[in-house]
């Protein structure tokens, strides 16, 4: 398939007349062509206009035509061949095994959403049946069900241009709640957006699903994607990206006349967290996996391990040295734009120039757009002293946090923002230390790990891709599993309608073969 540099809106591609974006070759920051025009106000209204439209007839439509649409959407990226995995790699950098493992990672979420659909237990069907001669008050019959909050946007990310782009999980998600989705392409994979965008109407098209379930838009700048969140008929956000792109959609949702959620993740340090037994036992195979996790996909994960956290002595010294020679022997990786090699050097720097700060190591130096990962360590004194040194370096930069003794340790902990993952590495004379502080980690991440390392986010039913603030806006959510649909529902009791009213999903006859909870109790579709 050629690349035309042409957004979507509804059926119609066409090029974008506000502007001009060209996406940029990570390795060596040449131009690539075609050239893609940003969208104009009046391409975003028509975008917002047909998902209005699309969204009444698309919310209702049956559990298995959605299903069939997912799947259908997984079918035509995998029908996009090397055209798609070239590109992809041309704009991200990224390796192409990276990016396979991508395209299958994307292609799964759609089934597993395909296969939440089948199930139904989404939904959440409940019926308390009407008891009118309750005393002293008789009971209404209540029946409940989740339904689509309506048109979504959806905003790619810079390091998954895949898996958390056009047609990732938050476009999976919000497809299979019923909501129809306009995506604002990451600037930094335009011709990877437009591929996939082109998939997704080629399954709207051949499943019938009516215009306007999906638009792709392009923008120059940042009025198109502002305007898109300002829309009164956005009634959701997906965001993945910098904590100040998340907070500036954050206030333009908050001050709508009708505020919208944004689920944004945004930040997130990932603490791990050695306990003495786990360095005595093994500080040398701890070090060489979290130089591993720490340099792949050079950092640009945002479930790196930034900080380590642990109690000083010859266990930790014995890890730290371990660290450093493995990290010094890293080769220097291509990084996803210009603009995120630029944030990383910088931050490296400011760590390297801290007064407190120790270098421990860097790893081998690389040419431009390629970053050099390194390895520094402070004093919990300092580091409890100093909220700068919490801040997210993006990349392969991670800090160790010297602690006079687990009161200490405990402290840094309780005074860590909101994180994506904590992980522990323990053995069985740390559990006693290990209970004490979970808790505390259960307050701070949305994900706890026990001797691993958080990158590698497994796409499942028990998942949990989000924490809370600022690594996510809203903690109570996911942006990976199948709970991530939640995000796009909310909850509609109905009173006493009559049965020939009601959705198939709350009717006496039960049409779906739905389990539902009938006084509270869940209930087979048999029963």
Not at 278 to 289: H, N, Q, S, T
Not at 299 to 314: I, K, M, S, Y
Not at 467 to 486: H, Q
Request: charged content about 25%.
């Amino acid at each position: 398939m050629t690349i035309q540099g042409e957004m979507i809106v509804g059926h119609t591609l066409a090029k974008g007349a506000k502007g001009e974006i060209f996406g940029i070759e990570a390795a060596t920051g040449q131009r690539l062509d075609p050239a893609f025009g940003g969208a104009t106000k009046d391409d975003l209204e028509t975008a917002c206009r047909l998902a209005d439209e699309a969204f009444d007839t698309y919310r209702e439509t049956g559990l298995e035509e959605r299903a069939r649409f997912l799947e259908a959407i997984a079918e035509e990226i995998q029908n996009l061949g090397d055209a798609l995995i070239e590109r992809c790699c041309q704009e991200s950098g990224l390796p192409r095994g990276r990016i396979e493992g991508e395209r299958g990672r994307t292609m799964g979420q759609l089934r597993m959403f395909a296969g939440v659909l089948r199930d139904g237990g989404f939904l959440d069907a409940r019926v308390d049946p009407a008891m009118p001669d309750r005393q002293p008050l008789p009971r209404p019959d209540l029946r409940l069900r989740n339904v689509a909050l309506g048109p979504v946007a959806v905003f790619g990310a810079s390091n998954f241009p895949l898996a958390f782009s056009v047609a990732g999980g938050d476009t999976a998600s919000a497809l299979a709640a019923g909501c129809p989705v306009v995506a604002k392409a990451h600037s930094a994979h335009p011709g990877t957006s437009e591929l996939i965008g082109r998939a997704v109407l080629a399954a709207a098209k051949r499943c019938g699903m009516p215009e306007g379930v999906f638009s792709l838009l392009f923008d120059s700048g940042r009025e198109i994607g502002q305007g898109l969140v300002a829309d009164r008929r956005i009634k959701a956000v997906g965001f993945t990206g910098s904590r100040g792109g998340g907070t500036a959609l954050m206030k333009i949702a908050a001050s709508r006349p009708e505020p919208i959620p944004v689920y944004a993740e945004m930040s997130s340090i990932n603490p791990v967290i050695l306990f003495p037994g786990a360095l005595k036992e093994r500080a040398e195979a701890i070090a060489k996996g979290f130089v591993g996790s720490l340099t792949l996909g050079a950092g640009q994960f945002c479930t790196n391990p930034g900080l380590v956290l642990a109690v000083e002595g010859e266990g930790l010294d014995a890890f730290a040295a371990a660290a450093a020679e493995a990290l010094a022997g890293t080769a220097a990786s291509v990084m996803l734009t210009p603009g995120i090699h630029e944030a990383y050097a910088s931050g490296v720097s400011k760590l390297a120039g801290h007064a407190r700060v120790e270098t421990l190591a860097r790893g081998q130096e690389g040419g431009a757009l390629r970053g050099q990962s390194a390895l520094f360590a402070v004093s919990a004194s300092e580091f409890l002293s100093d909220p700068h040194l919490q801040e997210e370096v993006f990349g392969a930069s991670s800090l160790v946090v010297r602690c006079r003794d687990e009161a200490e340790l405990t402290e840094v902990v309780r005074k860590l923002e909101g994180q994506l993952t904590a992980a522990i590495h323990i053995t069985e004379s740390d559990h006693e230390a290990a209970r004490r502080l979970l808790p505390l980690l259960e307050k701070r991440a949305g994900r706890i790990l026990v001797n691993g390392f958080g990158t590698g986010v497994e796409v499942g039913h028990a998942m949990v891709h989000g924490g809370p603030y600022p690594s996510t806006s809203d903690g109570r959510s996911t942006s990976v599993g199948s709970k991530a649909i939640e995000r796009f529902l909310r909850p509609v009791s109905y009173q006493d309608l009559p049965d020939a009213l009601l959705p198939d999903a709350l009717k006496d006859a039960n049409p779906l073969k739905l389990w539902r909870r009938r006084d509270g109790k869940l209930v087979a579709p048999d029963a």
